[in-house]
């Protein structure tokens, strides 16, 4: 009687989600009101926010692979019990890292604010995952569709980035300040990269499955798209560093290559929305939904994001909260909307659980909520940070008084916030309940039964 | 598209991208910023920086939290200087907590934030635009 180790990823990922919004929350209000929630100091919430958010988008990113692979593909996974240990390793890191944090326990570099020696538990749960994975997918024949290409590189390419991450721990790296910088922000840049490759690919699975075409996952455009997306993930990173006195050619090659991946994507959307059957639609209204969602924040998010690239326009917004709302047009917009969208299909499918009427409209007002919200979200911190970069370069204020000009935005991006938690926790509270019921009480068995009977 | 095309395209971006790191890790910074600038109470002050997770508030070029100032350049900037940052860390303010750092501490952070401030100017005030987007600025000897 096994459970099926996708669903316990998803369920890992929901609760996570929830964490990471209200950490998230109670660090917008200590922002803008000093001395509120004194017990837990922004310094510590801000990466319990982070963390909590990256590891939403990858358990939920993990969970659907591993339940994709052994229900669509009829692949029984390589080794079952490494998923576990998978599973059990990243439980018992995360627990760890949120002890340390709140013991104020720091590594300090952006992303992993963790100590150092808690990479090294993070770098095994995800050579596992690497290793299960290819050792399951080779036994596949066929023309491989391009989300197993993409899953297979964003793995790859998180193992590499994030122990290049760690190249700090070497002398040479550590002590010439800007080479530092540059290889901090090459990784991170590759690395979210990497776990988009995660993303994108669960949004083109999920596309397929929605439409029932096994041909636009093969199609050259899906094939270039992919392409483009990987020389993003591996040469777009620099618009972090236009200030940063690095070697001129880093910053012009970043500037050349920069953002052509979301638009492709947002290309390969729009083809697969148009062919799209209204009886399929109403099968997966949830599902559905949520990606068209994410369609919309695509082209938000790539107009800001084309902006920010030239380096003319960054030199006014970089270090100030446009390049927030991007992270979080991105994060939220984009990564959760697809996540969401693959959760809510997973879970449907999986458990057999139907939501009632009731439940539907719930989830379809936290739908509303949270978009809306998110809209006036990055609204008002695009705001604060036009005030910002011109307050900088043209007034040359000192912070002390941009912050006053600024607060009332923050202000409101606080309260944006507050919206964005209430939305979401509308969305998740019933799929996060019938996942808990199904875990508890139901076999893999019928996980296997449900899916043959939906496909 | 046939799988040799695909491989092709694929393992020549890797390849690519090997050679790209390398050249990033070997390259050296614009204003020739050698390592030779961190002494050893400045490198004990960039680790005491990341053991308090200051980039929880402070950006180093832009890159880090909003909550607090940015500190590239606070050592040089008029008004301010060593003094003005070594009262903020040593006793913190309404925002900024009193992290209690001895006064060997105080001195390593100081000794630090002075060999960022020699390594360039954010945020970057003074710059000229190109034609094509970029900007041209003066790098600090």
């Known amino acids: 009687m096994k459970k099926e180790i996708g669903l316990v990823f998803i369920f890992l990922a929901l609760i996570a989600l929830v964490l990471g919004l209200f950490w998230g929350c109670a660090g917008a209000f200590q922002f803008v009101f000093p001395g509120f929630f004194d017990a837990v100091p922004f310094y510590k919430t801000r990466p319990l926010h982070v963390s909590f958010v990256i590891s939403w988008i990858v358990l939920s990113a993990i969970g659907g692979i591993y339940y994709y692979l052994n229900t669509h593909f009829r692949i029984p996974l390589f080794s079952r019990r490494m998923a576990v240990v998978h599973a059990w390793i990243f439980g018992i890191s995360a627990a760890l890292i949120c002890a340390c944090y709140l013991y104020g326990k720091f590594g300090g570099r952006e992303y992993w604010e963790f100590p150092a020696v808690l990479a090294i538990p993070v770098f095994i749960s995800w050579f596992l995952f690497g290793f299960n994975y290819f050792k399951t997918i080779a036994k596949k024949t066929g023309t491989w569709p391009v989300y197993l290409w993409m899953w297979g590189t964003g793995i790859c390419f998180f193992l590499f980035t994030f122990s290049e991450s760690y190249l700090w721990l070497f002398p040479y790296f550590r002590n010439n300040i800007v080479r530092d910088l540059t290889v901090q922000w090459k990784a991170a840049g590759a690395l979210v990269g990497s776990w988009n490759m995660l993303v994108y690919g669960t949004a083109l699975f999920v596309m397929e499955k929605i439409k029932g075409d096994k041909q636009m996952a093969r199609s050259k455009l899906a094939f270039l798209m992919f392409f483009l997306g990987l020389a993003n993930l591996m040469f777009g990173w620099a618009h972090h560093l236009y200030i940063v006195p690095t070697a001129p050619w880093i910053r012009y090659l970043s500037y050349a290559i920069s953002m052509s991946e979301l638009l492709i994507f947002a290309k390969l959307i729009w083809n697969w929305r148009k062919g799209l059957g209204s009886i399929r639609r109403g099968f997966y209204f949830l599902p559905y939904r949520f990606l068209i969602a994410s369609d919309v924040w695509i082209f938000l998010n790539l107009t800001l994001a084309l902006f920010i690239s030239i380096p003319a326009v960054n030199v006014f917004t970089h270090g100030t909260h446009i390049t927030v709302a991007h992270a979080m047009g991105s994060a939220i917009g984009i990564n959760t909307m697809i996540l969401l969208s693959s959760a809510l299909l997973i879970i449907g499918e999986a458990t057999g659980y139907s939501f009632s009427e009731r439940q539907k409209k719930t989830i379809n007002a936290g739908f509303w909520i949270t978009n809306i919200s998110l809209f006036f979200f990055c609204l008002f911190l695009i705001l604060a940070g036009i005030e910002k970069g011109r307050l900088v370069i043209e007034n040359k204020l000192s912070f002390q008084d941009i912050m006053l000009h600024i607060n009332p935005w923050l202000i409101s991006f606080a309260f944006a916030g507050l919206g964005l938690f209430t939305g979401l926790l509308l969305v998740t509270f019933h799929p996060l309940l019938a996942v808990a019921h199904y875990l508890r009480k139901k076999p893999a068995t019928v996980i296997l039964e449900n899916s043959i009977a939906n496909s | ?141």
């Open chain 2, 1 to 141: 598209m046939p799988l040799h095309i695909k491989r092709f395209i694929f393992w020549g971006l890797v390849m690519l991208f090997l050679l790209d790191s390398a050249a990033v890790y070997l390259s050296d910074s614009q204003g020739k910023v050698s390592s030779t600038l961190l002494t050893q109470s400045a490198r004990d002050g960039k680790l005491l920086f990341q053991e308090h997770n200051c980039t929880a508030c402070h950006q180093l070029y832009g890159l880090g939290g909003y909550m607090g100032p940015d500190l590239t350049n606070v050592i040089s900037q008029p008004g301010k200087g060593e003094s003005y940052a070594g009262s903020f860390i040593k006793y913190g303010t309404a925002r900024m907590p009193d992290f209690h750092l001895t006064d060997t501490e105080v001195d390593a952070l100081l000794a630090y934030l002075k060999s960022v401030d020699k390594t360039g100017n954010s945020p970057i005030r003074d710059f000229d635009i190109q034609y094509d987007g970029t900007i041209r600025t003066a790098s600090k000897e």
